[in-house]
């Protein structure tokens, strides 16, 4: 019934199956990661085209050429609001003093950057040390993480919206 011959058919077919799919996870990763950090770049995906039209490069001069005030959008803030929009946090931060994949943010707003002593931060976070997260640091990481510390472990490629910065500060803020 089971002789050498179809032992070894049976373990080759596997381990060729298993070849294949290794081979194709390989090629597929090498297609489509959004990783460039392998590839000598700064681990920010590279933006493959824009599409500029008339109507939308005057807006997007405007709005990158004015100053956003802080306290402004702080003093509107909506703590209700942030809560849903730190919704996109939590799978790394928690506001129960436990740390996860990211540091607990319970206190955060007006602490010292790299102070809980028991998460290991990226070196560009430590070189933040002696700076507070104040609302205005908070609203600046927020908007870019990478762009604030270079090579942080944050992977979170940064809230777009003033408004919704200024309500997840606010909630932190809350919440402390």
């Not at 390989?26 to 990783?35: G, I, K, L, N, R």
């Not at 933006?47 to 050429?65: G, H, L």
């Not at 809230?159 to 997840?168: C, G, H, I, Q, T």
Request: a negative charge.
């Amino acid at each position: 019934m089971f002789d050498t011959m179809t032992v070894t058919k049976a373990v080759g077919g596997v381990c060729g199956a298993l070849l294949i799919y290794l081979l194709a996870d390989w090629a597929a990763t090498a297609v489509y990661s959004m990783d460039t950090s392998s590839h000598g770049g700064d681990g920010a995906p590279e933006q493959a085209y824009v599409i500029a039209t008339d109507s939308d490069a005057p807006a997007a001069e405007a709005e990158a050429a004015a100053p956003v005030d802080v306290a402004a959008l702080m003093a509107a803030a909506d703590p209700a609001a942030g809560e849903k929009v730190f919704g996109k946090c939590k799978a790394c931060h928690k506001l129960d003093g436990k740390n996860g994949t990211g540091p607990h943010l319970d206190g955060v707003v007006d602490r010292p950057i790299a102070s809980i002593a028991d998460f290991k931060y990226s070196t560009s976070m430590e070189e933040h040390k002696g700076t507070n997260w104040t609302p205005e640091v908070l609203f600046q990481f927020l908007e870019s993480p990478k762009g604030f510390a270079s090579n942080t472990k944050m992977s979170f490629a940064g809230l777009p919206k003033p408004e919704d910065r200024a309500n997840v500060i606010a909630y932190l803020a809350a919440s402390n």
